[in-house]
C-alpha cells in the first residue's frame, strides 16, 4: 500500500470533464481493402463504464489518436454503458466476436464467461502494487492473453488499470479479518470471489451493482467492494461510510477488437490502431492513478471513515486467499495461475 501511495503522489494529470460518447453519422466499412489508399472506415467501439470515467476519456483520446494518425478517415464511434448491446456486459463480447462490435473494453472477468482463463486477473492479493503489474502488463502478460483472445476471435489492442479494488461498509472500521464476521457483502456473481469472501468469514451475496444502493439503504447488505471511482459514483458514502484500503485486486480493463475487422485492415492502419490503443491505455492509467488518489482524500473531508491496512494487518487476509490459489487451479489451469504468479514477481 505505501509503494501504491508514493506512486499515486507522483502522477500529474489535469482532465477529467470531457463530454460523453460521440455517435451517429454515416458508416464507411471495409470489406478487406487495402484501406492506406484514402478509403473512409467506421470502428464502433463500446465498453462497461459511464461517459466521464477514466476509460471514457482515454477512449476519447484514442479516437483522437487514431484519427490523427490515419489523417481523418478512421473514425471511432464511442459507446460507453454497453451502448451497443443495451448495457449487457456478456452479450457485447457476443456481439464482439460476432464481429456487431468492432472494438469492445471491459473487466477481464467478463471474459471469464468465455474462457475461464481469464480469472487469472482476480486472483486476490495477485499483485502488491500498481509498478509491478504494468511491469507484467508491459512484458509477457500480454502476450499471453493476446494468444488466448485470439482464439475467439479477439485481438487484444491493450490493457489498462482501472484501480485497486477496495472494501466498504455500512457496520463498522475493518481492520482485521475478524472483523470481516458476519458482514453480508455484495459480490459480482464471480465463483471465486463468492468463495474469498467465504474464506474472510463475510456472507456474500451476488447481486447486480446497479442494487447495491437501494440493498444497503434496506440492509440487504452491508457492504460492497469495487475500486474507488465506483463507490465514489454511486453515492455509497451516503450509505456505506467505512472503507478499507486493502488493494485486494488491482483492476484491470482490456480492449478487445474483432480480429477479423483487424486482420481486414492494412498494415499501416493496423499500426495506427494499435499505436494509439498503446498511448490511449497509458493515459487511461495515469487518470484511474489521479483519481484514487484525489477520491481517497475528499472522502476523508467528507466524513468518510478511511483505513489503510498496513502490510502486517493485510498479512491474515493474505493467508486466508492462499486456498481460492489451491481451489482455483483447475479452474484456471495451473499453468496460467503459475505464469500470473511469475508476472508478480511471487513464483
Known amino acids: 500500500m505505501k509503494k501504491f501511495k508514493k506512486l499515486l503522489s507522483i502522477a500529474i494529470i489535469s482532465v477529467l470533464c470531457i463530454a460523453g460518447c460521440s455517435s451517429g453519422g454515416s458508416t464507411t466499412t471495409n470489406d478487406g481493402a487495402d484501406t492506406a489508399s484514402g478509403e473512409s472506415i467506421?470502428?464502433?467501439?463500446?465498453?462497461?463504464l459511464p461517459p466521464n470515467s477514466p476509460c471514457d476519456v482515454a477512449a476519447q483520446r484514442f479516437k483522437e489518436l487514431v484519427s490523427e494518425k490515419t489523417d481523418g478517415r478512421i473514425n471511432i464511434e464511442l459507446y460507453p454503458n454497453c451502448g451497443l448491446s443495451g448495457g449487457d456486459l456478456v452479450k457485447a463480447f457476443e456481439m464482439l466476436i460476432a464481429g456487431d462490435i468492432d472494438i469492445h473494453g471491459s473487466s477481464p472477468v467478463t471474459a471469464a464467461n468465455f474462457d475461464p482463463?481469464?480469472?487469472?486477473?482476480?486472483l486476490p492479493w495477485l499483485f502488491d502494487d500498481y509498478e509491478t503489474l504494468a511491469a507484467a502488463i508491459d512484458g509477457g502478460m500480454t502476450d499471453e492473453v493476446s494468444s488466448w483472445s485470439e482464439e475467439r476471435n479477439m485481438k487484444v489492442l491493450c490493457i489498462a488499470y482501472a484501480g485497486a479494488r477496495q472494501l466498504s461498509n455500512s457496520k463498522r472500521e475493518v481492520r482485521t479479518v475478524e472483523d470481516m464476521e458476519?458482514?453480508?457483502?455484495?459480490?459480482?456473481?464471480?465463483?471465486?470471489?463468492?468463495?474469498?469472501?467465504?474464506?474472510?468469514?463475510?456472507?456474500?451475496?451476488?447481486?447486480?451493482?446497479s442494487e447495491v444502493y437501494t440493498a444497503s439503504q434496506q440492509g440487504t447488505i452491508d457492504g460492497q467492494e469495487n475500486p474507488l471511482s465506483t463507490y465514489a459514483s454511486a453515492a455509497l458514502d451516503e450509505v456505506q461510510?467505512?472503507?478499507?484500503?486493502?488493494?485486494?485486486?488491482?483492476?484491470?480493463?482490456?480492449?478487445?477488437?474483432?480480429?477479423?475487422?483487424?486482420?481486414?485492415?492494412?498494415?499501416?492502419?493496423?499500426?495506427?490502431?494499435?499505436?494509439?490503443?498503446?498511448?490511449?491505455?497509458?493515459?487511461?492509467?495515469?487518470?484511474?492513478?489521479?483519481?484514487?488518489?484525489?477520491?481517497?482524500?475528499?472522502?476523508?473531508?467528507?466524513?468518510?471513515?478511511?483505513?489503510?491496512?498496513?502490510?502486517?494487518?493485510?498479512?491474515?487476509?493474505?493467508?486466508?486467499?492462499?486456498?481460492?490459489?489451491?481451489?482455483?487451479?483447475?479452474?484456471?489451469?495451473a499453468d496460467v495461475v503459475d505464469s500470473f504468479l511469475a508476472y508478480a514477481g511471487k513464483n
Open 117 to 122: 482463463r481469464f480469472n487469472a486477473f482476480w
Open 182 to 209: 458476519g458482514l453480508v457483502i455484495r459480490v459480482p456473481s464471480v465463483n471465486m470471489f463468492i468463495d474469498m469472501f467465504q474464506e474472510l468469514g463475510a456472507s456474500p451475496v451476488a447481486m447486480d451493482f
Open 241 to 333: 461510510p467505512y472503507v478499507t484500503l486493502y488493494d485486494m485486486v488491482y483492476d484491470t480493463t482490456i480492449w478487445f477488437m474483432n480480429n477479423e475487422k483487424f486482420n481486414s485492415l492494412s498494415a499501416e492502419d493496423q499500426a495506427a490502431i494499435t499505436e494509439s490503443a498503446k498511448e490511449a491505455a497509458d493515459y487511461y492509467d495515469e487518470l484511474s492513478i489521479e483519481e484514487d488518489t484525489a477520491l481517497e482524500q475528499s472522502l476523508v473531508e467528507e466524513g468518510v471513515t478511511v483505513t489503510d491496512l498496513t502490510e502486517e494487518e493485510l498479512a491474515p487476509f493474505r493467508e486466508r486467499a492462499e486456498k481460492i490459489y489451491e481451489d482455483y487451479r483447475g479452474v484456471i489451469g
Open 42 to 48: 467506421t470502428l464502433r467501439m463500446s465498453y462497461s
